[in-house]
């Protein structure tokens, strides 16, 4: 379809991610006209969705609660394999122990109270579901999974949203794509549509409510550099290169509130060779280095900096990647032997993939180019610190150093075992988590905690649900979660426009 100038639209949604594409359907199934606008060419829409790698977190009964979401699965199959439940509970209190008590409540009740449903509606819509093999271990040949991440997206990222396009298609919704939204048009203290660049012209699209679900400021390192610290100007963009704060800009322009934590964001510890930006060419999260816990991580000086088995790496994956990010040159080496090489997750056995590799801890320590003695001070003094205990790393095992700081609090086994194996790595950006103020309908505020009429943001635009930290695969939750319901509200809103007065 195209868009004829001055066309007024009952909906407008910037941005082609996971929360954007979730708010054009829910808006579109609660039957109002929906137009999707992306800055960028078609060809690199999906916005950072694209790039994840699909796992998504949420709470549900038990096992079976899972069946009617994994149904590639034989009867069979699914009886040989062993989740623990996940309560809404569980999934509360983890938001509340990375955040410190920092989350908003009423958001963080919402996401979790409709993680299970959101994913039963984004089956319905098409996506699909699997089983996430970098959750799993083998005992006694039966597959046992860790609670709260056992599920991702079939193909990743990009199964996720190649499934939510196709369903906009099947709805007939209008996608504008090299479309950048530049401002927001207020009338009567109502949003009466945007502003948008479209071959370096500027026009007007009439709407009765625009939905803003285009991402954070992670792409932009003016704004990195001013938020979160000017070390992070040397920052990898993991996704989408057009999330620059543009709609951000925009809310606080029209009176929304900045809510949340600026100054901290999503980070991972990535290859150090990885693309600048995200590359569409490869998807998939395939240069993050997520096995840490497993062996140990030494900067550019040969020595330790963080506690590698303080949690599992869905807990600590966000934080670290900033660690790394404040040692020097920005880089660090994650360094494994011979002991824990087979149980490295799939990425570490990429071509893509930098690995060093060496027959001796002394020529490891040459090959990675850190201070050669005191590295080799760094591993004997931590394997002296190694205690004695059962190593299991599908729990929290307590196998962990003595009288070592940062000690290492679980899954420690003496670095010994010939040939040794490094892998360089740099800090990743994902996304930041400062936004604005929205309320658990998606409604965007302002500076009196009253909506404004016409707006409402979905995905990384909503701040206060993370701070310094957050549980691995929430974020993709949070925008499925609050997308739907942004599309939902964006929708009754607009089916009662002439009636809406300011609240």
């Not at 505020?445 to 009253?450: C, T, Y």
């Amino acid at each position: 379809m195209n868009r004829k100038d001055n066309q007024k639209f009952d909906v407008v949604v910037v941005g082609t991610g996971n929360a954007a594409l979730c708010s054009a359907i829910a808006a579109k199934e609660n039957g109002v006209n929906v137009l999707v606008l992306e800055r960028g060419p078609k060809e690199k829409r999906g916005g950072n969705s694209f790039f994840t790698d699909g796992a998504i977190r949420f709470a549900y009964q038990d096992k079976h609660a899972l069946k009617s979401i994994l149904t590639q699965l034989t009867s069979e199959e699914f009886e040989k394999i062993s989740i623990p439940e996940y309560q809404e509970t569980d999934f509360l209190q983890d938001i509340i122990a990375v955040t410190e008590g920092k989350s908003d409540p009423e958001l963080s009740k919402q996401l979790v109270e409709k993680s299970y449903e959101t994913i039963e509606w984004m089956k319905q819509q098409g996506v699909g579901f699997e089983l996430n093999e970098n959750q799993s271990f083998d005992n006694n040949g039966v597959r046992q999974f860790w609670g709260g991440l056992p599920v991702k997206t079939y193909r990743k990222g990009i199964g996720l949203v190649e499934a939510l396009f196709q369903k906009l298609e099947m709805l007939e919704v209008e996608i504008q794509y090299d479309s950048r939204a530049l401002q927001l048009e207020i009338e009567n203290n109502k949003v009466s549509g945007i502003i948008v660049e479209e071959n370096g012209l500027r026009k007007k699209i009439p709407a009765k409510a625009v939905v803003l679900a285009c991402g954070g400021f992670e792409a932009n390192k003016e704004k990195r550099m001013k938020y979160l610290g000017e070390e992070w100007g040397a920052a990898i963009v993991r996704g989408s290169e057009f999330n620059t704060g543009d709609g951000l800009d925009m809310a606080i322009e029209a009176g929304a509130q900045p809510y949340g934590d600026w100054s901290s964001c999503h980070a991972h510890t990535t290859d150090f060779q990885a693309p600048k930006v995200g590359d569409y060419k490869k998807p998939g999260d395939i240069y993050k280095k997520s096995s840490y816990p497993l062996g140990l991580i030494v900067n550019a000086n040969g020595e330790r900096f963080v506690d590698e088995g303080a949690d599992f790496r869905n807990y600590t994956y966000a934080k670290y990647g900033k660690e790394t990010l404040r040692q020097p040159k920005q880089k660090a080496f994650q360094v494994f032997d011979n002991q824990v090489r087979p149980l490295l997750r799939t990425e570490y056995n990429l071509e893509e993939a930098t690995c060093l590799k060496a027959d001796s801890i002394e020529e490891l320590a040459e090959k990675i180019g850190v201070d050669k003695n005191k590295f080799l001070e760094t591993i004997r003094d931590y394997n002296d610190a190694v205690q004695d205990g059962d190593y299991n790393p599908a729990i929290k095992d307590g196998k962990g150093t003595k009288g070592i700081t940062p000690p290492k609090s679980n899954w420690a086994l003496s670095f010994q075992q010939a040939p040794f194996y490094a892998y360089p790595v740099t800090c990743g950006i994902t996304f930041t988590f400062g936004g604005i103020q929205a309320n658990k309908h998606s409604k965007v505020l302002d500076e009196n905690q009253n909506p404004i009429p016409g707006l409402f943001a979905a995905g990384e635009m909503i701040g206060g649900l993370f701070y310094g930290n957050y549980p691995g695969g929430s974020g993709l939750m949070s925008g499925a979660v609050f997308g739907k319901l942004a599309g939902e509200s964006a929708a009754s809103y607009a089916e009662q426009f002439d009636e809406v007065i300011s609240k």
